[in-house]
């Protein structure tokens, strides 16, 4: 790969193959910000794309050799491969092609207070916590995001600050291109086992994320994960540790529920009593998030008054436990899970919505994710009343036939849970209207697009 740095093109025309990914899009208008001309290319139409035009990015649908006309530099996801056409075409140029990390951690540079939030689980919800906190503070920080956070409008927010955050994600180990001041380690689980070979490597990509944290900056984990609080001892920087159950740095006590399971609880520090702190986000990973997005402005400076007041403001980011609306007197959710881990936690916290019956529909993603999880996937629904899985969600895989949603949903049903396949959102859609009864929760999970089947169950009402 040539080496090239994003400051040799300033003012030139930059392409992005994939520019409607949320990250990506992100990016986009960072670069837009700075005065680079920014064009790009994607599959299909969206708001995003819609959003970048209106910032001044020219946009084509679809990948062709034609669109990278006039690039000084091509930027790409780890989704797109080496047989793309604009990738080609950039190649037979002599264009130089990054990806996207890399370009993320060279734009991180210029950033003292660089801020990489990692982990299996909770990316996007604590980076937005911790961004609200900022905001709050008056840093006018840069905010890269993994969904859409209302209090900035999307999913980026460019300040005139030393302050940056951003999700760190550890898929292909991309975040290893980052440079951050802290490092924010959430949890460790065995996950994209397309590219991770098991757990010791997954742990060994996390820890190599952590040792690029300078001596004076700060590696915040959570102790309660035995992988996180391993990695805590063995990093050379600064640690601070959160936590529930054992002894941490931080530590949440005296939790309390309302009938919404958002949580309030009294707030610790090396076993000092610091305040109460009120969420206004349901379930206990969010007392984690919380806990780490505290830990983390604590450490840059910012007092605790400030962090309590962000941290009860925070409402939730779209597509994390969404509150979508109500079919008559059947509510409707929406969330990324697509985790087993992310299920249970998800599920265990809408138990405490007040409910009849809760209704899961569930889009897997990936068939590596389904094989490689696929026990751990047919115990993660105890929680569901009912539940309807449709077809994997392919996203960057090609189907190969190992594996299919059928299969899992006939594993589920040996456990003696309901459980039924349906092949189409329209399916889906009818089937609910006609079974669901008032007082009943319909949660939509997956990280594909089926959060579609909760809009067409809404506009189906109006």
């Not at 002894?247 to 009294?266: E, L, M, R, V």
């Not at 990973?285 to 007041?309: C, D, K, M, R, W």
């Not at 697009?449 to 009402?461: C, E, K, P, S």
């Amino acid at each position: 790969m040539q080496t090239v740095h994003i400051d040799d093109f300033k003012g030139c025309q930059v392409h992005f193959v994939g520019i409607g990914g949320i990250s990506m899009s992100g990016l986009a208008e960072i670069l837009l910000q700075r005065g680079y001309i920014v064009t790009g290319s994607d599959l299909k139409e969206s708001h995003i794309t819609q959003r970048l035009r209106e910032k001044g990015a020219r946009v084509f649908i679809g990948h062709h050799p034609s669109n990278v006309q006039g690039a000084r530099l091509v930027v790409h996801t780890a989704a797109v491969k080496a047989d793309n056409p604009e990738i080609q075409e950039a190649r037979k140029r002599n264009i130089p092609v990054i990806d996207r990390a890399t370009l993320l951690g060279q734009i991180m540079e210029a950033y003292p207070y660089s801020i990489g939030v990692s982990g299996s689980h909770g990316k996007t919800t604590t980076t937005s916590l911790l961004s609200t906190i900022l905001l709050h503070a008056n840093l006018d920080p840069t905010i890269l995001v993994g969904g859409e956070l209302d209090a900035i409008g999307g999913n980026v927010r460019t300040g005139n600050s030393p302050y940056f955050i951003t999700e760190a994600c550890e898929y292909v180990e991309s975040f290893l291109h980052f440079r951050p001041y802290i490092a924010i380690i959430l949890n460790i689980d065995a996950d994209h086992l397309d590219y991770f070979k098991d757990i010791d490597h997954i742990y060994q990509a996390f820890s190599k994320f952590a040792h690029l944290v300078p001596q004076d900056g700060y590696t915040v984990g959570c102790a309660d994960d035995p992988l996180v609080a391993k990695l805590l001892s063995e990093v050379k920087c600064n640690t601070i540790s959160y936590g529930i159950n054992g002894p941490s740095d931080w530590k949440a006590c005296d939790i309390h529920y309302n009938s919404q399971g958002t949580a309030s609880f009294k707030a610790y520090c090396k076993g000092e009593y610091v305040g109460n702190i009120s969420l206004s986000v349901p379930g206990k990973h969010n007392v984690y998030n919380a806990l780490a997005s505290t830990a983390a402005a604590y450490a840059l400076g910012i007092p605790f008054e400030v962090i309590q007041e962000a941290l009860r403001t925070y409402t939730g980011t779209h597509r994390r436990l969404e509150f979508k609306g109500k079919m008559g007197d059947v509510t409707i959710l929406d969330d990324y899970a697509h985790h087993p881990t992310e299920i249970k936690a998800t599920l265990e916290t809408v138990r405490n919505y007040p409910h009849n019956r809760i209704w899961c529909v569930f889009q897997p993603h990936t068939y590596t994710r389904t094989k490689k999880l696929f026990n751990e996937f047919v115990h993660a629904f105890k929680q569901a009343d009912q539940l309807i899985i449709t077809d994997i969600y392919a996203a960057r895989e090609k189907d190969t036939g190992e594996v299919h949603s059928r299969d899992l949903v006939q594993a589920i049903l040996q456990t003696g849970q309901p459980c039924t396949y349906m092949q189409t959102f329209e399916e889906i859609v009818n089937y609910l209207k006609e079974n669901t009864s008032p007082g009943d929760i319909v949660i939509t999970m997956g990280a594909g697009d089926v959060y579609r089947i909760g809009d067409m169950l809404l506009n189906a009402t109006v």
